[in-house]
């Protein structure tokens, strides 16, 4: 009977996976959350398990230490010479069975203090500084997650997810998808499974510019936005991982598959409409209290002036501490682009145990 479900799921989702969206769709969401992920090159969807989970894995939620009561996150990092900022803020509770637990999350990417030139000109044709003014480019994204052991090695949870993203006053959009994934622990093994926007997410976005704003668009040569439907298509994040364990030390190797389903992508194994992109992260841990930990993903193919080939990938470093009930993590990684673009991250998880 399970089989069978799971046979219905796979092709559900395959099905999901037919239809058309746009490529590259909300795709602040693929930056992914937490030092200590970005540390390993994302690479944690199999060995997850704190609050940053209800991003990469929210069935992770609930392999949370039962001493744990209230566990709180955050996260900020800056790209881009502090250009764009990035930022993540969540909690998790367990319910008093232990076997269940619920989350809350927030992820922000927003570029803010951009100049609004559309009023520099004024109707006699010359040009007043004073009409400059500034806005936000921000995209928002809230998950309510939950997560339930299903026994002791397995475990499933999900995300309802709504997307807000605008533009200034000038344009905002709503979205809403669901998430899915499943957890398994057994022994030293640390497997995972998550079904990203299994529901397709859909983004209805709606323009408010002013009639003289569209006039300075056009006769500057620029398309005037339409209010429009931007389709988020799934994508399939497999993580694989295994514990070895030598006395107070213990390293942590993981590998991860994402797969997306938007059409050919610029990643090392390319095609139509699938497309998967690797990701790999070991972590080096002593006496659970201090991390050192590397990490490599997003393998691009890249062309120099003389029109060689060449590929490139995303490095990344990272150490983390816990201080009793505190754990910080930082990490040092590239976005990708191999142009001296690194950028510091940095993550606070704080527990809270449980009353006796």
């Known amino acids: 009977m399970r ?8 092709l559900f989702l395959f099905v999901l996976c037919s239809l058309k969206g746009q490529k590259y769709s909300n795709e602040f969401l693929s930056i992914g959350v937490g030092a200590r992920a970005q540390a390993l090159g994302n690479a944690v969807v199999g060995s997850t ?43 998790t509770v367990p319910f008093a069975d232990n076997k269940s637990r619920i989350g809350i999350s927030i992820v922000r990417f927003g570029i803010d203090n951009i100049p609004n030139t559309l009023s520099l000109y004024e109707d006699d044709g010359t040009i007043n500084y004073d009409n400059i003014t500034a806005f936000s480019a921000a995209d928002y994204a809230f998950l309510g997650s939950y997560a339930r052991k299903l026994n002791a090695n397995w475990a499933v949870g999900g995300n309802l997810k709504i997307v807000r993203r605008n533009i200034g006053t000038f344009a905002s959009s709503w979205g809403f998808g669901l998430d899915f994934s499943l957890q398994y622990r ?11 926007d299994i529901t397709t997410t859909y983004n209805s976005w709606v323009t408010n510019f002013t009639e003289r704003e569209r006039q300075v668009l056009a006769i500057t040569g620029n398309d005037i936005p339409i209010n429009s439907t931007e ?30 389903t938007d059409g050919k992508r610029n990643v090392l194994l390319a095609a139509e409409p699938f497309s998967v992109d690797p990701a790999a992260g070991i972590e080096l841990l ?30 990344s470093l990272g150490v983390g501490l816990q201080l009793s009930n505190l754990v910080i993590d930082y990490a040092f990684t590239d976005v990708g682009d191999s142009q001296n673009t690194f950028s510091h991250i940095i993550s606070l998880m704080l527990n809270l145990k449980k009353k006796k």
């Open 3 to 10: 089989l069978k479900k799971l046979s219905f799921f796979l």
């Open 49 to 91: 398990a704190d609050v940053t989970a209800a991003y990469w894995n929210p069935a992770g939620l609930v392999f949370i230490s039962e001493e744990v009561g209230l566990q709180l996150g955050a996260m900020h990092s800056e790209w881009f010479a502090g250009i764009g900022k990035y930022d993540f803020i969540g909690m």
């Open 186 to 196: 057994k022994d030293k093994w640390r497997i995972g499974l998550l079904g990203r």
């Open 231 to 260: 389709i988020t298509r799934p994508s399939i994040l497999f993580g694989v991982g295994y514990a070895f364990e030598f006395g107070a030390f213990s390293v942590i190797p993981e590998l991860d598959l994402v797969a997306t």
């Open 286 to 315: 002593y006496n659970q209290k201090i991390a050192f930990r590397a990490g490599v993903n997003q393998f691009q193919r890249q062309s120099d002036f003389e029109r060689s080939d060449y590929w490139t990938v995303r490095p």
